[in-house]
């Protein structure tokens, strides 16, 4: 198991639960105060920064993980919700042998930008490719409904998904 | 960054246990579902509770299934499973429709139809920070003494936002709440009061813990139109739901709307059975339905959108959403 102490320059509010989680299929035993989000332990206490704090109130989209197999967003789900299930950050999305063929389209596609909006398209479109592996453009657009992208107009960002299911389909 | 205020959480798997959790810290405590309304509105400083009583994890509030006459919905399933279940779309499909149609994806995910039931009215004045609204010296409804949008008024106005309730109210159906007085059924057509500061009959200790859709007559069919900014994500400007008794040639036996999106309860159009029954669902009938609709209609400036042009969509949508029933 994963244990790590995490010490940060922001004052932080005092600890005071224990919370199991699972992460990218680590667990961590890791103390929180009990009003902590899921994006606050996993930004703050387990300083995985892929996730982002965008607008912080569930319009954006940035924040968002995968909750047993479902897109989900952090910043609005009690750190305690988060306990007994399976969470996938983008920092999961890679494997040992190299980027998520998601991750390498996007590269090759130039689906990102300025980036701030791409670890959470990322989630939601893993999420998708999980349950549908043949998706069509409006079933992309609708998956990916949820997450605003301010820089690239999206049409790329769909290619990079369509290029990362026929990939997939093909491994 | 907007951080939440300090709380305990609570998550009992027994609904005896949430119960009386909730009597427990009377006052100082609110249930929390898929907590997509009640998080950000507590980021925002419009609540907070020492204590949080989680809901997800109860096993009673959990299930979507047919039973004696009626289509159950668990309060807790996801607006996903509402929107996806094959029983739901296959009897009530305006609902499953209305369903899919709140907010985004990951949102659905996590939020509950019971939450939606429970939906905080919503106004451009009331769902901003605590420093925005301590800018303009708060408002009736949270921390100040005056309504920004009517003005004068002591009452406050705030608009119901919530999109299956229309559908639900046009459908018959019940929501059956629980609390330390026992357990009752409310209509979902009764079970809102036009008071934009505490908006439904639910009493503080009571929980709702299902939904009962009446699997009514196969000749009834229901449909939903819904006005929003950005399709993407966006809270209702207008939702109306419409259901008809019908004959196969279109002869309306009984007719229902319900529109929302304006005041602080959803309101069942006036007098529409009245101008249906007994003729053919034609254009001509739908115009003057739409008129009627319109005569009933005021939008205020709770939202974000010029009144007038939200009005001026009534008609339009209430046509849309008629059409929609052949
Ligand atoms: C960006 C954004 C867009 C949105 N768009 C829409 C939209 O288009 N349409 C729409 O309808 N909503 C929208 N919502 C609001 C919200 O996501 C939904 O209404 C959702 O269904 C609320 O359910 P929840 O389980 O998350 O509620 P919660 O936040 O958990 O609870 C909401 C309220 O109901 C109470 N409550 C919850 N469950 C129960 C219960 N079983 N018994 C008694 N009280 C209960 C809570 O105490 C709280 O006061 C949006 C939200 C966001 C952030
Ligand atoms: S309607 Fe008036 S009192 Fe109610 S939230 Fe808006 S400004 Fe406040
Ligand atoms: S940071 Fe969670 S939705 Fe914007
Ligand atoms: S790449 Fe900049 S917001 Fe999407």
Redesign the interface.
Known sequence: MAHRAVTTSMPM?RATDVVRLRVNGDLYEVGV?????LLEALRYELLLTGSK?GC????C?AC?VIIDG????SC???V??AEERDVVTVEGLASADGPHPLQDEFDLKGAAQCGFCTPGILC?AAALLARTPDPSRDEIR??L???LCRCTGYTKIFEAVEGAAARLRVE | MLRLPEYRYHQPRALAEALSLLVEHQGDVMPVAGGTDLIPNMKHRLFEPGHLVALKRVEELKGIHEENGHLRLGATETLTDVAESRVVRGCFPALAEAAGHVAGPQLRNMATIGGNLCLETRCTYYNQTAFWRQALGYCLKKDGSICHVTKVGRKCVAAHSADTPPVLAVLDAVAVLEGPQGRREVPVGDFFVADGIANTRREPGELVTEIRVPLGPRTRRAAYAKLRQRNSIDFPLLTVAVSADMDRDLTVHELKGVVTGLGARPRELAGWSEIARGHVLDDDLIDALAERALAQCHPLENMIVDPEWRRAMVPVYIRKALRRLF
Request: negative net charge; proline residues 11%.
């Open positions: 509010p105060p009990a009003h902590y989000t704090q912080d109130k569930g319009d989209g968002t479902r897109a989900t967003l609005l789900t009690p305690h919700e939601s609708e998956a409904a949820g997450n």
